[in-house]
T-cell receptor, first 113, second 111 residues
Framework: ETGVTQSPTHLIKTRGQQVTLRCSSQ?????VSWYQQALGQGPQFIFQ???????GRGNFPPRFSGLQFPNYSSELNVNALELDDSALYLC????????????FGQGTRLTVV | QQQVKQSPQSLIVQKGGIPIINCAYE??????FPWYQQFPGKGPALLIA?????SEKKEGRFTISFNKSAKQFSLHIMDSQPGDSATYFC??????????FGKGTLLTVNP
């Protein structure tokens, strides 16, 4: 098991609602990335945070936003939920200077109904 | 645009067999190639990784072969066991530290 923890593990929301997912990074890691994994697919990069600022974004609309806190933990917020947002959301932490060896949490399974 | 292509989509081998999973990439700026293993309900776990200045890397029963000129790399699992049954993802990373994943290979190792 990695030291990356995500909460909650499962979540059911209604279309149009807003959701906040949380991630605690591994000790010593200062960079957090978020990925969306649809069923049967590989993870897709949403965005990355370093020093509390967004440092790169994938092909996701602005209703996907995030935060990184001084202790390097992070939140992913999704507004105006759509059915297609149903997926496993993964948080990965790493150490910026190496920029490699990303360690993933167990994910949050979001279901939008 | 799929920047990392992975094959096969699924693979079944007998215990002790050597499954091989292949990946090809397009972006020559990629400089780090990890493989992840994922069990149902879990996040991906880093298995082994390679950089393009090395043609082969072994860690335990897992071996990565890398062909820079062909822009291809593969994972070999020696003496596969039923516990290796999982989904395997190749990935590639460039200077922006963003991982681009393949679509995954579902490996089943029969007893």
């Amino acid at each position: 098991e990695t030291g990356v923890t995500q909460s909650p593990t499962h979540l059911i929301k209604t279309r149009g609602q807003q959701v906040t997912l949380r991630c605690s990074s591994q000790s010593g890691h200062n960079t957090v990335s978020w990925y969306q994994q649809a069923l049967g697919q590989g993870p897709q990069f949403i965005f990355q945070y370093y020093r509390e600022e967004e440092n790169g974004r994938g092909n996701f609309p602005p209703r996907f936003s995030g935060l990184q806190f001084p202790n390097y933990s992070s939140e992913l917020n999704v507004n105006a939920l759509e059915l297609d947002d149903s997926a496993l959301y993964l948080c990965a932490s790493s150490f910026w200077d190496r920029g490699t060896e990303a360690f993933f949490g167990q994910g949050t399974r979001l279901t939008v109904v | 645009q799929q920047q990392v292509k992975q094959s096969p989509q699924s693979l079944i081998v007998q215990k002790g067999g050597i499954p091989i999973i292949n990946c090809a990439y397009e972006n020559t700026a990629f400089d780090y190639f990890p493989w992840y293993q994922q069990f149902p309900g879990k996040g991906p776990a880093l298995l082994i990784a390679i950089r393009p200045d090395v043609s082969e890397k072994k860690e335990g029963r897992f071996t990565i072969s890398f062909n820079k000129s062909a822009k291809q790399f593969s994972l070999h699992i020696m003496d596969s066991q039923p516990g290796d049954s999982a989904t395997y993802f190749c990935a590639a990373e460039g200077s922006n530290y963003k991982l681009t994943f393949g679509k995954g290979t579902l490996l089943t190792v029969n007893p």
